[in-house]
């Protein structure tokens, strides 16, 4: 939904981070709260109090989350799967893995993992909120454990929702691809599941705001709309993955790229290549020797009155690890440096000469391709 997200720490080697949508909905969480549920359950304490205990039900929460997520992680790790980073979206978290699990098993055991931490989390609180009653702690502190153990309870039966990649669509998917041992189709039918559930989950919210619950509808809304987008998304990603599995750059490049020479004008190189190829970046050589790359973006703040003086030698940039890659380096790999670069076009070096380059815009073509061909 939202593709701004915030690092905020480190633990166990994890970066534990939020989508921007996470701070909207702790806000909510907050406010209604403080707003809502405890001074429905807890009437005549002060205002102030009540945003006290919103707040410290909201971080509670977060908390919970986080542990949620580690569990999955923990699972997956000891599983010797890698996960890089936590990320909290809009109601729950994201254990973001490098790769995705390699057995039925795995994936069974790493997605029940988190459910099971939140089961006991509501049980944990469930306990102290009872001893909170019975040794007569102060009400904002029973009010926040009875809080927290529903809230968890809550999230470990909203996280069973059978609609990928929740964790109840990833225990769908596990079952299923053990089931059929196929990765690929349970895939495809978790995914039909998740998209039927998301439909309904969008029509009870439009059921609940024709009953007059606006806002509980929107809920609804929301999230059967989230779901619908993550299930798509990640159908799509399986569908990628299997396109590109065991294909190196080298299966990719364009063996015969335009070459600019180096004593040409700016002039020259704008109506001569630029306004010709499009490209946003060739690679200069003299002598079959590379001497680097020129980008339309370099050139950008020269004036138009100096194009006919200057060369383009004077604005090459080096060849080097930033932006060029070898011709045996793993497609997913290419495509990772291409994202964190942000370089659609890299030079393919192979013992300092140039083979090739590659570029993003063939890499989609034969992405969309094989997908029209293939489905
Ligand atoms: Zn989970």
């Known amino acids: 939904m939202f593709k701004k997200k915030i690092d905020l720490f480190k633990l166990f080697g994890f970066t534990v981070s939020v989508d921007a949508s996470w701070l909207i909905i702790l806000f909510l969480v907050v406010w209604s709260l403080a707003k809502g549920l405890f001074p429905y359950y807890y009437p005549e304490l002060p205002e102030r109090t009540y945003w006290f205990m919103g707040i410290i039900g909201a971080i509670g929460l977060f908390v919970s989350i986080i542990i949620h997520e580690f569990s999955h992680s923990y699972v997956a790790r000891i599983n010797g799967l890698r996960i890089s980073e936590i990320t909290l979206f809009i109601f729950g978290g994201v ?85 059929t041992g196929d990765i690929y189709l349970a895939t495809k039918i978790a995914s039909r599941v998740s998209i039927a559930f998301s439909f309904a989950i969008v029509f009870i919210g439009f059921l609940d ?128 440096k291409m994202e964190r670069t942000g370089l659609t076009r890299l030079l393919v070096m192979e013992d300092g000469k140039l083979v090739g380059i590659v570029t993003l815009k063939d890499l989609l073509e034969y992405m969309a391709l094989k997908m029209e061909l293939e489905e």
């Open 95 to 179: 254990a973001r893995m490098k790769e995705e699990p390699g057995s039925a098993k795995v994936e069974f055991r790493m997605a029940i993992a988190g459910p099971i931490a939140s089961v006991a989390l509501s049980l944990l609180f469930a306990g102290l909120y009872l001893l909170s009653n019975s040794l007569g702690w102060s009400t904002p502190t029973t009010a926040i454990l009875g809080y927290l153990s529903g809230i968890n309870m809550l999230l470990a039966v909203f996280n069973m929702i059978p609609a990928f990649p929740t964790d109840g669509g990833r225990i769908l998917r596990s079952i299923l691809w053990w089931k």
């Open 209 to 336: 705001m024709a009953g007059g619950n606006f806002i509980g509808g929107l809920w609804w809304i929301l999230i059967g709309t989230f779901l619908f987008n993550a299930a798509n998304m990640s159908y799509q990603n399986i569908l990628i993955e299997r396109s590109l599995k065991g294909k190196t750059v080298r299966d990719f490049m364009n063996p015969n790229p335009i070459i600019v020479p180096s004593d040409i004008t700016l002039r020259e190189f704008i109506e001569k290549y630029v306004y010709r190829y499009h490209y946003k970046m060739f690679p200069v050589m003299d002598d079959g020797r590379v001497l680097g790359i020129i980008t339309a973006k370099n050139i950008k703040t020269v004036p138009r009155t100096e194009w006919d003086n200057r060369l383009v030698r004077e604005f090459i940039q080096r060849a080097g690890p930033e932006n060029s890659i070898e011709p045996d380096t793993d497609i997913k790999t290419c495509l990772s």
